[in-house]
């Protein structure tokens, strides 16, 4: 009998015939206030399978509007969806965060989920979190020259503003992985007024527009290129802690027993913080983290 993980918070979907007939067939997908919409267009072609450097395709399904691209990534799974399907919408009315947070997903960011089904034991089910990120900061990085640090456990920041967040969902069956729904969103054109206290966007960062287009391309390139050497866990860690914006650094971490305060000293393949604390040394599996200022 499958099992769930208790961090993930998917719940049954109905097993249909599989189905994409809620997306938008043909459409494109403009930043906001866009007076050149060529440069900034995603291509419409709805579920095209899209070649890529493995060669085994990408299936690439988009839409305007969603509820959620992790919550439609679940059902369609569910339904028997291909490896690297990846769903994409203009905008989510029901985007998710961590921990049942909500999250803005309005027109001008990338909002995606990709499904993958990762041969791996469930205990490396949390190096998938620091994957993804060290994947998305080198694809930002690339595309346009911004320098985002990581952010524990699984948040992409430029100067402690949240640039990008992450939200990994897994099924189990009692040692393997069914699947993992990697949910994306990154905060690409949005302006202030449309950004939660405490976020940035490449836009605020730059001071321009990007083409949704080239930036979900290049993210999954780098996706994709990542996944490969996503098994060794030493390098998949330490390329992260490279990174890390907390690294030795004072800070707080609020977790469902209360605060903890001490020094970053580095993170587990297990997904924990290691924190240097007046009573020594304590790992933390969980929680939300914020420099002590
Ligand atoms: C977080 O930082 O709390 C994670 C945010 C993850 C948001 C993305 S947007 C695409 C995908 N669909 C969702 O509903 N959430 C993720």
Same mark, same amino acid.
């Given at each position: 009998?499958?099992?769930?993980?208790?961090?993930?918070?998917?719940?049954?979907?109905?097993?249909?015939?599989?189905?994409?007939?809620?997306?938008?067939?043909?459409?494109?997908?403009? !930043?906001?206030? +866009? $007076?050149?919409?060529?440069?900034?267009?995603?291509?419409?072609?709805?579920?095209?399978?899209?070649?890529?450097?493995?060669?085994?395709?990408?299936?690439?399904?988009?839409?305007?509007?969603?509820?959620?691209?992790?919550?439609? /990534?679940?059902? #369609?799974?569910?339904?028997?969806? /291909?490896? @690297?399907?990846? #769903?994409?919408?203009?905008?989510?009315?029901?985007?998710?965060?961590?921990?049942?947070?909500? @999250?803005k997903s309005p027109k001008g960011g990338l909002w995606f989920s990709l499904i993958i089904r990762p041969k791996i034991p469930i205990e490396r089910i949390p190096l998938l979190q620091f994957w993804v990120a060290n994947a998305l900061r080198k694809g930002i990085e690339e595309a346009y020259g911004v320098r985002p640090e990581v952010k524990w456990p699984n948040d992409l920041v430029v100067d402690w503003k949240k640039l990008a967040g992450i939200l990994i969902e897994t099924k189990i069956?009692?040692?393997?992985?069914?699947? !993992?729904?990697?949910?994306?969103?990154?905060? #690409? +054109?949005?302006? !202030?007024?449309?950004?939660?206290?405490?976020?940035?966007?490449?836009?605020?960062?730059?001071?321009?527009?990007?083409?949704?287009?080239?930036?979900?391309?290049?993210?999954?390139?780098?996706?994709?290129?990542?996944?490969?050497?996503?098994?060794?866990?030493? /390098?998949?860690?330490?390329? @992260? @802690?490279?990174?890390? /914006?907390?690294?030795?650094? $004072?800070?707080?971490?609020?977790?469902?027993?209360?605060?903890?305060?001490?020094?970053?000293?580095?993170?587990?393949?297990?997904?924990?913080?290691?924190?240097?604390?007046?009573?020594? +040394?304590?790992?933390?599996?969980?929680?939300?983290?914020?420099?002590?200022?």
């Amino acid at each position: 009998m499958q099992k769930e993980l208790t961090r993930c918070n998917f719940e049954l979907g109905l097993l249909l015939v599989l189905r994409v007939g809620e997306p938008s067939q043909r459409y494109r997908l403009r !930043a906001p206030d +866009n $007076p050149n919409p060529p440069s900034r267009v995603l291509t419409p072609k709805t579920g095209t399978p899209t070649p890529t450097r493995r060669g085994c395709g990408l299936n690439i399904i988009r839409y305007k509007r969603i509820s959620s691209t992790n919550t439609k /990534a679940k059902t #369609l799974v569910e339904k028997g969806a /291909a490896d @690297w399907t990846v #769903l994409v919408s203009e905008v989510q009315t029901q985007g998710r965060g961590r921990s049942g947070r909500s @999250w803005k997903s309005p027109k001008g960011g990338l909002w995606f989920s990709l499904i993958i089904r990762p041969k791996i034991p469930i205990e490396r089910i949390p190096l998938l979190q620091f994957w993804v990120a060290n994947a998305l900061r080198k694809g930002i990085e690339e595309a346009y020259g911004v320098r985002p640090e990581v952010k524990w456990p699984n948040d992409l920041v430029v100067d402690w503003k949240k640039l990008a967040g992450i939200l990994i969902e897994t099924k189990i069956s009692g040692p393997e992985v069914v699947y !993992a729904i990697v949910g994306i969103g990154l905060n #690409l +054109n949005l302006s !202030a007024e449309q950004l939660p206290t405490g976020a940035t966007s490449i836009f605020l960062v730059k001071k321009k527009r990007f083409s949704l287009e080239k930036t979900f391309s290049s993210i999954l390139t780098v996706l994709e290129r990542h996944y490969e050497t996503s098994r060794d866990e030493n /390098a998949v860690v330490s390329d @992260w @802690w490279k990174h890390c /914006a907390h690294r030795m650094k $004072p800070v707080i971490i609020e977790t469902g027993n209360g605060k903890i305060r001490g020094k970053c000293l580095g993170v587990n393949p297990d997904g924990s913080i290691i924190i240097q604390t007046e009573r020594g +040394n304590i790992t933390v599996p969980d929680g939300t983290l914020r420099l002590d200022a």
